[in-house]
């Protein structure tokens, strides 16, 4: 059986003819898990120089070296849309960081609210997991992972020409495209905690004239499946899943 061309994030410097010493765990994975060695492709990418054909060039116990040959595809944004969320628990926390950078978040604002019970992040776990989701989806693109910021302080200082789509479980939507309709990039999608916003965070939101309320559906969804049902419908109706969406 052929063997399938890995993909990899490099932090370097991408260009023809270049080569690279990779980091140690890359090359564990290529020469030790994958079998890969000697004049076996590798594509290599980053959000600067666009994604590469490489090819390893040795394989030792202490390093793995690879040359690039050619350039593939330019580094390609998506839609500019953020994805802000308030934190859960590691392993749920996991999958909505790896299926939103999937869907084609371009930042990930994690964000403090009221009833938000995991106030600590683990950043470089959350762009490990947006650098495996982009490896396995061939985005060439990784999505920008922010501080996290209290709720309140994200809304004073937001920029209005981003509408700000708020997931409400008590919106008065009965389609949730029919109220997307109209808008475009640069757009963000908000999903509360947990045990939801409180009142007088819901009633702030909807007082902002950026925000557009709407609702998923009659049933109450985790906050690791907002995600995914939220920016399906965006991305269906405002990104790049066909629609006029231009970079």
Same mark, same amino acid.
């Given at each position: 059986?052929?063997?399938? #061309?890995?993909?990899?994030?490099?932090?370097? &410097?991408?260009?023809?003819?270049?080569?690279? &010493?990779?980091? /140690?765990?890359?090359?564990?994975y290529l020469v030790n898990v994958l079998r890969?060695?000697?004049?076996?492709?590798?594509?290599?990418?980053?959000?600067?120089? =666009?994604?590469?054909?490489?090819?390893?060039?040795?394989?030792?116990?202490?390093?793995?070296?690879?040359?690039?040959?050619?350039?593939?595809?330019?580094? #390609?944004?998506?839609?500019?849309?953020?994805?802000?969320?308030?934190?859960?628990?590691?392993? /749920?926390?996991?999958?909505?960081?790896?299926?939103?950078?999937?869907? =084609? !978040? /371009?930042?990930?604002?994690?964000?403090? #609210? !009221?009833?938000?019970?995991? +106030?600590?992040?683990?950043?470089?776990?959350?762009?490990?997991?947006?650098?495996?989701?982009?490896?396995?989806?061939?985005?060439?693109?990784?999505?920008?992972?922010?501080?996290?910021?209290?709720?309140?302080?994200?809304?004073?200082?937001?920029?209005? *020409?981003?509408?700000?789509?708020?997931?409400?479980?008590?919106?008065?939507? *009965?389609?949730? @495209?029919q109220a997307l309709e109209g808008l475009k990039?640069?757009? %963000?999608?908000?999903?509360?905690? +947990? =045990? =939801?916003?409180?009142?007088?965070?819901?009633?702030? @939101?909807?007082?902002?004239?950026?925000?557009?309320?709407?609702?998923?559906?009659?049933?109450?969804?985790?906050?690791?499946?907002?995600?995914?049902? %939220?920016?399906?419908?965006?991305?269906?109706?405002?990104?790049?899943?066909? *629609?006029?969406?231009?970079?």
């Open positions: 059986m052929a063997k399938t #061309t890995p993909r990899l994030h490099l932090d370097a &410097a991408l260009a023809a003819n270049a080569e690279i &010493a990779l980091e /140690r765990e890359q090359g564990h890969h060695g000697p004049g076996d492709p590798v594509q290599i990418f980053n959000s600067t120089d =666009g994604e590469w054909l490489a090819y390893i060039t040795d394989a030792t116990k202490k390093s793995v070296r690879i040359r690039i040959e050619k350039k593939l595809n330019d580094a #390609t944004p998506p839609p500019d849309i953020d994805y802000l969320f308030a934190p859960i628990k590691h392993q /749920r926390l996991d999958y909505l960081v790896q299926k939103a950078t999937e869907l =084609g !978040a /371009r930042r990930l604002r994690p964000i403090i #609210t !009221a009833r938000t019970i995991a +106030e600590r992040v683990n950043l470089d776990r959350m762009r490990a997991n947006v650098i495996e989701a982009a490896e396995q989806c061939n985005l060439v693109f990784l999505a920008e992972v922010l501080e996290p910021q209290k709720f309140d302080a994200v809304l004073k200082a937001w920029d209005p *020409s981003r509408t700000l789509i708020f997931c409400d479980e008590t919106a008065n939507v *009965s389609d949730p @495209l990039p640069p757009l %963000a999608v908000c999903v509360g905690p +947990e =045990g =939801g916003f409180t009142e007088d965070e819901r009633k702030h @939101l909807k007082s902002l004239p950026f925000v557009t309320a709407i609702k998923l559906g009659p049933r109450i969804m985790r906050a690791d499946t907002v995600a995914i049902a %939220a920016l399906s419908l965006v991305q269906a109706k405002l990104g790049d899943w066909g *629609s006029p969406y231009k970079s």
